[in-house]
Protein backbone atom coordinates (compact mmCIF):
# COMPACT_ATOMS: atom_id res chain seq x y z
CA UNK A 1 0.00 0.00 0.00
CA UNK A 2 3.13 2.25 0.80
CA UNK A 3 4.33 1.83 -2.69
CA UNK A 4 0.94 2.57 -4.01
CA UNK A 5 0.67 5.85 -2.03
CA UNK A 6 4.22 6.87 -3.69
CA UNK A 7 3.58 6.43 -6.82
CA UNK A 8 0.64 8.62 -6.96
CA UNK A 9 2.76 11.06 -5.33
CA UNK A 10 4.94 11.42 -7.49
CA UNK A 11 2.54 11.49 -10.52
CA UNK A 12 1.03 14.12 -8.94
CA UNK A 13 4.45 16.15 -7.99
CA UNK A 14 6.18 15.12 -10.69
CA UNK A 15 5.43 18.40 -13.10
CA UNK A 16 6.04 20.62 -9.62
CA UNK A 17 9.54 19.60 -8.57
CA UNK A 18 12.67 21.51 -8.16
CA UNK A 19 14.73 21.44 -11.17
CA UNK A 20 18.27 19.78 -10.83
CA UNK A 21 21.27 21.94 -10.70
CA UNK A 22 24.86 22.25 -11.14
CA UNK A 23 27.50 22.38 -8.22
CA UNK A 24 26.51 26.15 -8.23
CA UNK A 25 23.75 28.12 -9.70
CA UNK A 26 26.03 30.76 -10.72
CA UNK A 27 29.92 30.18 -11.69
CA UNK A 28 31.99 31.54 -8.54
CA UNK A 29 30.40 32.00 -5.32
CA UNK A 30 29.67 35.88 -4.07
CA UNK A 31 27.33 37.67 -2.50
CA UNK A 32 27.70 40.97 -4.57
CA UNK A 33 25.87 40.40 -8.24
CA UNK A 34 27.97 43.13 -10.07
CA UNK A 35 30.90 39.94 -9.56
CA UNK A 36 28.85 37.89 -11.54
CA UNK A 37 26.37 39.61 -13.94
CA UNK A 38 26.89 39.49 -17.31
CA UNK A 39 27.55 42.29 -19.53
CA UNK A 40 24.37 41.77 -21.69
CA UNK A 41 22.54 41.84 -18.13
CA UNK A 42 23.63 44.75 -16.93
CA UNK A 43 21.98 45.97 -20.33
CA UNK A 44 18.98 45.07 -19.91
CA UNK A 45 18.47 45.79 -16.22
CA UNK A 46 19.50 49.37 -16.83
CA UNK A 47 17.04 49.51 -19.79
CA UNK A 48 14.19 47.87 -17.55
CA UNK A 49 11.65 50.55 -17.37
CA UNK A 50 11.99 51.19 -21.12
CA UNK A 51 11.36 47.76 -22.14
CA UNK A 52 8.78 47.50 -19.60
CA UNK A 53 6.57 50.92 -20.90
CA UNK A 54 7.55 49.31 -24.90
CA UNK A 55 5.90 46.38 -23.84
CA UNK A 56 2.87 47.86 -22.53
CA UNK A 57 2.13 50.30 -25.52
CA UNK A 58 2.44 47.24 -27.58
CA UNK A 59 -0.02 45.89 -25.60
CA UNK A 60 -2.25 48.41 -25.42
CA UNK A 61 -1.85 49.68 -29.08
CA UNK A 62 -3.41 45.58 -29.62
CA UNK A 63 -6.45 46.21 -27.60
CA UNK A 64 -5.79 44.54 -24.64
CA UNK A 65 -6.25 48.07 -22.23
CA UNK A 66 -8.33 46.44 -20.14
CA UNK A 67 -6.48 43.34 -19.10
CA UNK A 68 -3.57 45.37 -17.92
CA UNK A 69 -5.58 47.86 -16.21
CA UNK A 70 -7.08 44.82 -14.53
CA UNK A 71 -3.80 43.96 -13.00
CA UNK A 72 -3.37 47.53 -11.78
CA UNK A 73 -0.18 47.63 -9.22
CA UNK A 74 1.82 44.41 -11.04
CA UNK A 75 1.91 46.42 -14.40
CA UNK A 76 2.78 49.50 -12.91
CA UNK A 77 6.40 50.33 -13.73
CA UNK A 78 6.49 52.72 -10.79
CA UNK A 79 4.33 50.51 -8.03
CA UNK A 80 7.67 49.06 -6.30
CA UNK A 81 7.54 50.14 -2.43
CA UNK A 82 10.33 50.29 -0.11
CA UNK A 83 10.40 47.66 2.88
CA UNK A 84 11.45 44.23 3.66
CA UNK A 85 12.60 41.81 1.15
CA UNK A 86 10.57 38.56 0.38
CA UNK A 87 10.63 35.80 3.26
CA UNK A 88 11.48 32.27 2.62
CA UNK A 89 8.46 29.83 1.42
CA UNK A 90 6.06 28.46 -0.82
CA UNK A 91 4.31 31.01 -3.41
CA UNK A 92 1.88 31.21 -5.88
CA UNK A 93 2.98 32.83 -9.40
CA UNK A 94 1.84 33.97 -12.25
CA UNK A 95 3.39 35.59 -15.23
CA UNK A 96 2.53 37.83 -17.70
CA UNK A 97 4.19 38.57 -21.19
CA UNK A 98 4.59 42.00 -22.63
CA UNK A 99 5.43 42.85 -26.05
CA UNK A 100 6.58 40.53 -28.72
CA UNK A 101 9.97 39.95 -30.63
CA UNK A 102 8.50 38.35 -33.83
CA UNK A 103 5.30 37.71 -35.41
CA UNK A 104 2.59 35.20 -34.45
CA UNK A 105 3.04 36.05 -31.10
CA UNK A 106 0.56 38.43 -29.07
CA UNK A 107 1.59 41.23 -27.36
CA UNK A 108 -0.07 40.39 -24.15
CA UNK A 109 -0.05 36.63 -22.66
CA UNK A 110 -1.04 36.19 -18.95
CA UNK A 111 -0.08 32.42 -17.80
CA UNK A 112 -1.82 29.42 -15.15
CA UNK A 113 -0.89 30.39 -11.85
CA UNK A 114 1.99 27.93 -11.11
CA UNK A 115 3.94 26.97 -7.66
CA UNK A 116 7.13 29.09 -6.82
CA UNK A 117 9.66 28.21 -3.66
CA UNK A 118 12.02 30.87 -1.83
CA UNK A 119 14.26 29.33 0.05
CA UNK A 120 18.28 29.75 1.69
CA UNK A 121 20.88 29.31 -0.74
CA UNK A 122 24.00 29.62 2.45
CA UNK A 123 23.71 33.69 2.95
CA UNK A 124 21.75 34.91 -0.35
CA UNK A 125 18.36 33.08 -1.35
CA UNK A 126 17.36 31.12 -3.98
CA UNK A 127 14.06 31.37 -6.25
CA UNK A 128 12.33 28.63 -8.00
CA UNK A 129 9.83 28.25 -10.53
CA UNK A 130 8.65 24.70 -9.99
CA UNK A 131 5.53 24.12 -12.74
CA UNK A 132 4.68 25.54 -16.33
CA UNK A 133 6.13 25.76 -19.60
CA UNK A 134 8.92 28.33 -19.15
CA UNK A 135 10.99 27.62 -15.15
CA UNK A 136 13.00 30.25 -14.18
CA UNK A 137 15.95 29.38 -11.46
CA UNK A 138 18.34 31.61 -9.80
CA UNK A 139 19.59 33.64 -6.94
CA UNK A 140 18.33 36.93 -5.08
CA UNK A 141 21.47 39.57 -4.58
CA UNK A 142 21.04 42.88 -2.54
CA UNK A 143 20.18 45.78 -4.69
CA UNK A 144 18.81 48.89 -3.20
CA UNK A 145 15.90 50.52 -1.44
CA UNK A 146 13.52 49.57 -3.66
CA UNK A 147 14.60 46.51 -5.04
CA UNK A 148 16.74 43.14 -4.95
CA UNK A 149 18.30 41.78 -7.72
CA UNK A 150 17.71 38.38 -9.28
CA UNK A 151 19.95 36.19 -11.80
CA UNK A 152 19.22 32.89 -13.23
CA UNK A 153 18.76 30.93 -16.25
CA UNK A 154 15.40 29.83 -18.12
CA UNK A 155 14.38 26.12 -18.21
CA UNK A 156 11.57 24.26 -20.27
CA UNK A 157 8.81 22.05 -19.29
CA UNK A 158 10.35 19.18 -20.28
CA UNK A 159 14.10 19.96 -18.89
CA UNK A 160 15.10 18.35 -15.56
CA UNK A 161 18.58 20.13 -15.19
CA UNK A 162 18.68 24.02 -15.01
CA UNK A 163 22.02 25.30 -16.53
CA UNK A 164 24.96 27.66 -14.30
CA UNK A 165 24.09 31.29 -14.90
CA UNK A 166 26.12 32.50 -17.67
CA UNK A 167 27.01 29.08 -19.46
CA UNK A 168 24.39 30.22 -22.38
CA UNK A 169 23.55 33.75 -22.70
CA UNK A 170 19.81 32.83 -24.57
CA UNK A 171 19.08 30.98 -21.30
CA UNK A 172 20.52 33.80 -18.98
CA UNK A 173 17.44 35.68 -17.09
CA UNK A 174 18.30 38.98 -14.76
CA UNK A 175 15.61 40.52 -13.45
CA UNK A 176 14.52 43.03 -10.46
CA UNK A 177 12.35 41.54 -7.53
CA UNK A 178 9.96 44.28 -5.64
CA UNK A 179 7.24 44.90 -3.35
CA UNK A 180 4.30 45.80 -4.83
CA UNK A 181 1.52 45.85 -1.90
CA UNK A 182 1.50 43.76 1.71
CA UNK A 183 2.17 40.00 0.83
CA UNK A 184 2.24 40.80 -2.98
CA UNK A 185 5.56 40.87 -5.08
CA UNK A 186 6.92 41.16 -8.74
CA UNK A 187 10.15 39.67 -10.71
CA UNK A 188 10.23 41.72 -13.60
CA UNK A 189 12.84 40.02 -16.91
CA UNK A 190 13.26 42.87 -18.87
CA UNK A 191 14.17 41.58 -22.89
CA UNK A 192 13.75 38.24 -22.52
CA UNK A 193 15.41 36.25 -25.09
CA UNK A 194 12.38 34.49 -26.52
CA UNK A 195 9.09 35.85 -27.22
CA UNK A 196 8.19 39.13 -25.19
CA UNK A 197 9.82 42.15 -24.14
CA UNK A 198 9.19 42.43 -20.76
CA UNK A 199 8.10 39.20 -18.33
CA UNK A 200 6.42 40.15 -15.04
CA UNK A 201 5.69 37.11 -12.60
CA UNK A 202 3.23 37.79 -9.53
CA UNK A 203 4.17 36.21 -6.31
CA UNK A 204 1.94 35.71 -3.11
CA UNK A 205 2.59 33.45 -0.14
CA UNK A 206 0.64 30.08 -1.24
Not at 55 to 75: F, K, V
Request: charge should be positive.
Amino acid sequence: MRLVFLAILALITGGCSELGQPTGLIPRWTTVYRQVISDDDRIRLRDWRSSFVDGLTAARNAGYGAQIDREGALLDPDAALAGPGIPNGMYRCRVIKLGTTGTGIRPFAAYEGSTCRVRQERTLQRLGKLGGPQRYVGLIFSGDAMRNVFLGTLAFQDEIRVLQYGQDEQRDVAGYLERIGPQRWRLVMPQPHFESRMDVMELVPA
